[in-house]
């Protein structure tokens, strides 16, 4: 059963994360995180894809997977914390993204793991990327 503190804890971790990204600050989300990050997801065929990235790759990744991002893009998110410890959470994140044009909804869940006393993210997983992330493989 997580607490108060608990849940502001990762509601804290996730506004400096997410400031970061609206930032494009991909170094700084690096920072947040433990590596190796495992990144599941699935493909346009229906097929579950993972892969294990270093620093290097989610760097990489993440700056390219953030180009040619509309600037008038908002997100809103709402974030479920499933507390596996004190130390262990999953959180599931259900996000609009709006834009000029349209609306998308999503869903993700990220793992998150306590280190020396502060949240680090571990694990992603979010629907969709599988195709992206096989062809930055090829590239590398």
Do not use: C
Request: net charge negative; proline share 2%; glycine share 6%.
């Amino acid at each position: 059963m997580s607490t108060v503190e608990q849940n502001q804890s990762v509601d804290v971790w996730f506004a400096e994360y997410d400031e970061l990204s609206e930032n494009g600050n991909i170094e700084g989300m690096a920072d947040m995180a433990i590596f190796p990050i495992h990144v599941i997801t699935d493909d346009s065929s229906g097929n579950g894809y993972s892969e294990n990235w270093n620093r290097e790759q989610f760097v990489q990744t993440m700056t390219e997977a953030t180009k040619g991002m509309p600037k008038d893009m908002e997100m809103k998110t709402v974030r479920t914390p499933y507390f596996l410890s004190d130390n262990l959470v999953v959180v599931i994140t259900d996000a609009v993204i709006t834009t000029d044009t349209q609306e998308q909804t999503m869903r993700y869940a990220d793992v998150l793991v306590m280190v020396d006393g502060k949240w680090k993210f571990q694990t992603m997983a979010q629907s969709g990327w599988g195709d992206m992330l096989k062809v930055q493989k090829e590239k590398l």
